[in-house]
């Protein structure tokens, strides 16, 4: 009887939701990253594709992977919230979906990610919170904004990784845009530095835009009143993406409905 209850206890708990036990693809922003800097190193126009917040809507992310390789893109960046409740199962549904791609793509850490164990996963599968690459001349800082989840107690977002990249590799690149998942003023963004980070910005080489997702949304705004525009990327279950076309005159966002 005892070797039965063993049994049934191993074939039942063998593992947890938040196990960080992930089986498959694995530091998948570094590889792209390389992809991505080598493929677009010399391009005066690019094409970059923003989707976020995927949560368990797995068909609708599906149907959005369907639609980008149709698209002619340089890459894609997904702006955080892979997951529901950052089980490591959710991580890998999430993953596996994006694989399906014909581009290369980049994820940020959302505040759903964080769950749990979530932040562990997303190294593992991700990399680091913070990162950047460069494309074309453009430098891509993508930040973690999600400052609820360490209960304001790390620095969050990270402005000497900031003012690090604003210094580093400047023969590389002449513009910048700032990728978050939270925007300020959001629920998830530290706002007692709401006004430090606009003024950080002011140092970053060429500053075109900020993008961001996490509200469910797809509104531009120009949140501190001063003509920096914020393109709010909208979740997979409202069937939208963005998609930003960058020359050397300027930039066009163009929504996406599929």
Not at 201 to 210: E, I, K, V, Y
Request: hydrophobic content about 40%; proline content about 3%; some cysteine.
């Amino acid at each position: 009887m005892l070797g039965c209850m063993a049994f049934l206890f191993s074939s039942c708990f063998d593992s947890h939701p938040y196990d960080v036990d992930i089986s498959g693809e694995k530091g998948i922003n570094a590889r792209n990253i390389a992809t991505i800097e080598q493929k677009c190193a010399n391009k005066t126009l690019l094409r970059v594709a923003f989707i976020s917040d995927t949560h368990l809507w797995l068909s609708e992310a599906r149907d959005q992977v369907a639609d980008l390789n149709k698209r002619d893109v340089d890459f894609v960046v997904h702006c955080g919230d892979l997951t529901d409740t950052a089980t490591e199962k959710e991580y890998e549904w999430s993953r596996d979906i994006l694989l399906g791609l014909k581009h290369p793509f980049v994820a940020l850490i959302g505040n759903h990610d964080f769950l749990g164990t979530g932040d562990q996963t997303f190294k593992e599968m991700y990399g680091k919170f913070d990162f950047s690459f460069i494309a074309g001349r453009v430098k891509f800082i993508c930040l973690n904004t999600n400052a609820v989840e360490y209960d304001y107690l790390a620095a969050v977002p990270n402005f000497d990784f900031l003012e690090e990249q604003f210094s580093v590799d400047t023969d590389k690149f002449d513009r910048t845009i700032i990728i978050m998942h939270a925007a300020p003023y959001s629920d998830q963004f530290n706002n007692n530095v709401g006004k430090a980070f606009r003024r950080y910005l002011d140092f970053a080489p060429g500053l075109m835009c900020c993008v961001y997702g996490h509200d469910h949304d797809d509104p531009i705004t120009d949140i501190y009143g001063d003509g920096l525009m914020f393109y709010a990327i909208d979740c997979a279950k409202h069937r939208n993406y963005r998609i930003l076309t960058i020359t050397p005159d300027g930039y066009e966002f163009e929504q996406i409905r599929y």
